[in-house]
Protein backbone atom coordinates (compact mmCIF):
# COMPACT_ATOMS: atom_id res chain seq x y z
CA UNK A 1 0.00 0.00 0.00
CA UNK A 2 1.04 3.62 -1.07
CA UNK A 3 4.73 2.08 -2.83
CA UNK A 4 5.64 5.23 -4.70
CA UNK A 5 3.46 5.94 -7.45
CA UNK A 6 6.51 8.30 -8.76
CA UNK A 7 10.50 7.51 -7.05
CA UNK A 8 11.89 10.71 -5.68
CA UNK A 9 14.94 12.03 -7.41
CA UNK A 10 17.45 10.48 -4.52
CA UNK A 11 16.78 7.00 -3.71
CA UNK A 12 19.61 5.86 -1.55
CA UNK A 13 19.68 4.82 1.83
CA UNK A 14 18.85 8.24 3.55
CA UNK A 15 15.60 9.35 4.11
CA UNK A 16 16.52 12.33 5.87
CA UNK A 17 18.28 14.27 3.35
CA UNK A 18 17.20 14.66 -0.03
CA UNK A 19 19.98 15.30 -2.86
CA UNK A 20 22.52 17.89 -2.29
CA UNK A 21 19.79 19.74 0.55
CA UNK A 22 21.08 21.55 3.49
CA UNK A 23 18.38 20.77 5.54
CA UNK A 24 16.69 16.98 7.02
CA UNK A 25 13.61 15.82 7.59
CA UNK A 26 11.37 16.59 11.01
CA UNK A 27 11.35 12.95 12.91
CA UNK A 28 13.30 11.05 15.42
CA UNK A 29 16.67 9.75 13.62
CA UNK A 30 16.49 6.27 13.51
CA UNK A 31 19.40 4.39 11.94
CA UNK A 32 17.44 0.90 10.78
CA UNK A 33 19.44 -2.26 10.08
CA UNK A 34 19.43 -5.69 9.45
CA UNK A 35 20.59 -8.72 7.37
CA UNK A 36 18.57 -10.50 4.33
CA UNK A 37 19.00 -14.51 4.83
CA UNK A 38 17.94 -17.67 3.39
CA UNK A 39 16.51 -20.53 4.54
CA UNK A 40 19.64 -22.38 5.67
CA UNK A 41 20.48 -18.74 7.77
CA UNK A 42 23.15 -17.93 5.12
CA UNK A 43 23.39 -13.99 4.13
CA UNK A 44 22.21 -13.24 0.77
CA UNK A 45 24.48 -11.31 -2.04
CA UNK A 46 23.02 -8.99 -4.09
CA UNK A 47 19.08 -8.34 -2.64
CA UNK A 48 17.86 -5.08 -2.71
CA UNK A 49 15.87 -3.48 -0.05
CA UNK A 50 13.34 -1.19 -0.48
CA UNK A 51 11.63 0.26 2.36
CA UNK A 52 8.96 3.01 2.14
CA UNK A 53 7.40 5.06 4.99
CA UNK A 54 5.08 8.31 5.38
CA UNK A 55 6.36 11.40 6.75
CA UNK A 56 6.55 13.54 10.10
CA UNK A 57 3.16 14.55 8.87
CA UNK A 58 1.85 11.16 8.31
CA UNK A 59 1.96 11.61 4.47
CA UNK A 60 3.01 9.14 1.85
CA UNK A 61 5.17 9.79 -1.68
CA UNK A 62 2.19 8.96 -3.70
CA UNK A 63 -0.36 11.13 -5.31
CA UNK A 64 -3.29 9.59 -3.79
CA UNK A 65 -2.27 10.52 -0.34
CA UNK A 66 -3.42 14.08 0.10
CA UNK A 67 -5.08 13.99 3.26
CA UNK A 68 -2.17 16.31 4.87
CA UNK A 69 0.78 18.48 3.33
CA UNK A 70 3.98 16.45 2.43
CA UNK A 71 6.71 17.11 3.73
CA UNK A 72 9.36 17.55 0.90
CA UNK A 73 12.75 17.21 3.04
CA UNK A 74 12.25 13.98 3.49
CA UNK A 75 12.68 10.89 1.15
CA UNK A 76 9.90 8.56 1.98
CA UNK A 77 11.49 5.98 0.09
CA UNK A 78 15.46 3.97 0.36
CA UNK A 79 17.30 1.52 -1.37
CA UNK A 80 20.10 -0.81 -0.40
CA UNK A 81 21.73 -3.71 -1.93
CA UNK A 82 23.20 -6.21 -0.07
CA UNK A 83 26.92 -6.94 0.15
CA UNK A 84 28.73 -10.81 1.09
CA UNK A 85 27.24 -10.69 4.82
CA UNK A 86 23.54 -9.57 3.89
CA UNK A 87 23.62 -6.54 5.71
CA UNK A 88 21.65 -3.50 5.17
CA UNK A 89 21.18 -0.10 6.50
CA UNK A 90 19.14 3.04 6.37
CA UNK A 91 18.81 6.43 7.72
CA UNK A 92 15.22 7.54 8.12
CA UNK A 93 12.96 8.47 11.36
CA UNK A 94 10.70 6.45 13.53
CA UNK A 95 8.10 5.70 11.63
CA UNK A 96 4.37 7.92 12.98
CA UNK A 97 0.81 6.80 12.44
CA UNK A 98 -1.48 7.50 9.53
CA UNK A 99 -5.27 7.64 9.67
CA UNK A 100 -6.35 4.32 10.46
CA UNK A 101 -3.05 2.65 10.98
CA UNK A 102 -0.08 1.91 13.48
CA UNK A 103 3.53 3.31 12.94
CA UNK A 104 5.42 1.29 10.37
CA UNK A 105 7.93 0.72 7.94
CA UNK A 106 7.04 -0.68 4.74
CA UNK A 107 9.56 -3.67 2.97
CA UNK A 108 10.03 -4.84 -0.30
CA UNK A 109 12.72 -7.51 -0.83
CA UNK A 110 14.38 -8.27 -4.52
CA UNK A 111 17.10 -10.13 -6.00
CA UNK A 112 17.81 -10.29 -9.86
CA UNK A 113 14.98 -8.63 -10.66
CA UNK A 114 12.35 -10.83 -9.19
CA UNK A 115 10.48 -9.75 -6.09
CA UNK A 116 10.76 -12.11 -3.42
CA UNK A 117 9.07 -10.50 0.09
CA UNK A 118 6.90 -7.15 0.72
CA UNK A 119 6.26 -7.07 4.32
CA UNK A 120 6.18 -4.32 7.11
CA UNK A 121 8.13 -3.73 10.31
CA UNK A 122 6.58 -2.57 13.23
CA UNK A 123 7.20 -0.52 16.52
CA UNK A 124 7.31 -3.37 19.62
CA UNK A 125 4.88 -2.48 22.52
CA UNK A 126 3.35 0.47 20.49
CA UNK A 127 -0.20 1.25 22.28
CA UNK A 128 -1.91 1.53 18.48
CA UNK A 129 -0.82 -1.79 17.43
CA UNK A 130 -4.06 -3.86 18.91
CA UNK A 131 -6.20 -1.68 16.89
CA UNK A 132 -4.06 -2.36 13.43
CA UNK A 133 -6.52 -4.30 11.26
CA UNK A 134 -3.30 -5.71 9.10
CA UNK A 135 -1.39 -5.90 12.44
CA UNK A 136 -4.12 -8.09 14.07
CA UNK A 137 -4.43 -10.12 11.44
CA UNK A 138 -1.35 -12.29 11.82
CA UNK A 139 -3.41 -13.43 14.70
CA UNK A 140 -0.32 -15.35 16.14
CA UNK A 141 1.51 -13.68 18.94
CA UNK A 142 4.77 -15.36 17.56
CA UNK A 143 3.98 -13.50 14.12
CA UNK A 144 3.47 -10.27 15.83
CA UNK A 145 6.74 -10.91 17.50
CA UNK A 146 8.49 -11.25 14.25
CA UNK A 147 7.95 -7.95 12.73
CA UNK A 148 7.66 -5.92 15.78
CA UNK A 149 11.08 -4.50 17.31
CA UNK A 150 12.36 -2.11 19.22
CA UNK A 151 13.48 1.42 18.85
CA UNK A 152 15.83 1.89 21.29
CA UNK A 153 18.30 4.87 22.06
CA UNK A 154 21.72 5.26 20.18
CA UNK A 155 24.44 4.19 22.29
CA UNK A 156 26.88 7.34 22.56
CA UNK A 157 24.58 9.09 19.88
CA UNK A 158 24.71 13.12 20.76
CA UNK A 159 21.45 13.58 18.92
CA UNK A 160 19.39 11.43 20.97
CA UNK A 161 19.49 8.83 17.60
CA UNK A 162 17.42 5.48 17.66
CA UNK A 163 18.49 2.15 16.35
CA UNK A 164 15.71 -0.21 15.38
CA UNK A 165 17.03 -4.30 13.68
CA UNK A 166 14.91 -6.03 11.31
CA UNK A 167 16.02 -8.95 10.01
CA UNK A 168 14.60 -11.21 7.13
CA UNK A 169 14.82 -14.84 6.10
CA UNK A 170 13.33 -16.07 2.94
CA UNK A 171 12.06 -19.37 2.99
CA UNK A 172 10.93 -22.06 4.90
CA UNK A 173 13.68 -23.56 7.59
CA UNK A 174 14.21 -26.67 9.20
CA UNK A 175 14.09 -24.87 12.40
CA UNK A 176 10.38 -23.49 11.75
CA UNK A 177 7.04 -24.45 13.96
CA UNK A 178 5.95 -27.24 12.62
CA UNK A 179 2.76 -26.04 12.91
CA UNK A 180 3.43 -23.48 9.86
CA UNK A 181 5.34 -25.60 7.72
CA UNK A 182 3.65 -28.82 8.42
CA UNK A 183 1.35 -29.83 5.46
CA UNK A 184 -2.08 -30.04 6.48
CA UNK A 185 -2.22 -27.89 10.00
CA UNK A 186 -4.19 -25.08 10.22
CA UNK A 187 -2.92 -21.74 10.34
CA UNK A 188 -4.34 -19.25 12.86
CA UNK A 189 -4.05 -15.98 9.52
CA UNK A 190 -7.03 -15.79 7.59
CA UNK A 191 -6.20 -13.94 4.09
CA UNK A 192 -8.57 -12.45 1.17
CA UNK A 193 -9.47 -14.69 -1.37
CA UNK A 194 -7.39 -14.45 -4.67
CA UNK A 195 -4.56 -12.70 -2.91
CA UNK A 196 -1.55 -14.15 -3.17
CA UNK A 197 0.55 -14.90 -0.52
CA UNK A 198 3.58 -16.62 0.51
CA UNK A 199 4.78 -18.39 3.74
CA UNK A 200 8.58 -16.44 5.23
CA UNK A 201 9.45 -18.55 8.33
CA UNK A 202 12.09 -17.52 10.42
CA UNK A 203 15.48 -19.51 11.31
CA UNK A 204 15.91 -19.70 15.00
CA UNK A 205 16.41 -16.67 16.52
CA UNK A 206 15.83 -14.72 13.69
CA UNK A 207 13.14 -12.07 13.17
CA UNK A 208 11.02 -12.56 9.52
CA UNK A 209 7.42 -12.38 8.69
CA UNK A 210 5.38 -16.14 8.59
CA UNK A 211 2.97 -14.95 5.90
CA UNK A 212 2.72 -11.50 4.20
CA UNK A 213 0.09 -10.69 1.68
CA UNK A 214 -1.37 -7.27 0.34
CA UNK A 215 -4.77 -7.60 1.55
CA UNK A 216 -7.96 -4.88 0.24
CA UNK A 217 -10.48 -4.02 3.39
CA UNK A 218 -11.10 -7.41 5.43
CA UNK A 219 -14.64 -8.44 4.59
CA UNK A 220 -15.30 -11.71 6.98
CA UNK A 221 -17.80 -12.62 3.65
CA UNK A 222 -14.40 -13.17 1.60
CA UNK A 223 -11.81 -15.04 3.65
CA UNK A 224 -10.28 -18.05 3.30
CA UNK A 225 -8.78 -20.42 6.35
CA UNK A 226 -5.34 -21.33 5.47
CA UNK A 227 -4.58 -24.75 5.86
Known amino acids: PFYPDHLPLDTDNDLLVV ?23 EPMRNA ?3 IWQCDGNGVYLHA ?10 FQGFGRFLTGST ?3 LFRTIKPVSYPGRTPHIHYKVKRNGKELLTTQCYIKGH ?8 WKSLGDPKAHDLVSVDFTP ?4 RASELAARFDIVLGITPEADEKIVQP ?5 CIIPKGVRHRYDVPAKGERALLLTFDAPPYDPRNTVNLE
Do not use: F, M
Open 64 to 73: KDTHAAREQN
Open 154 to 157: LKDS
Open 127 to 134: PQNERDGV
Open 184 to 188: GRACS
Open 19 to 41: NDSITPAVGEVTWVSGRILDARG
Open 86 to 88: GEY
Open 48 to 50: LVE
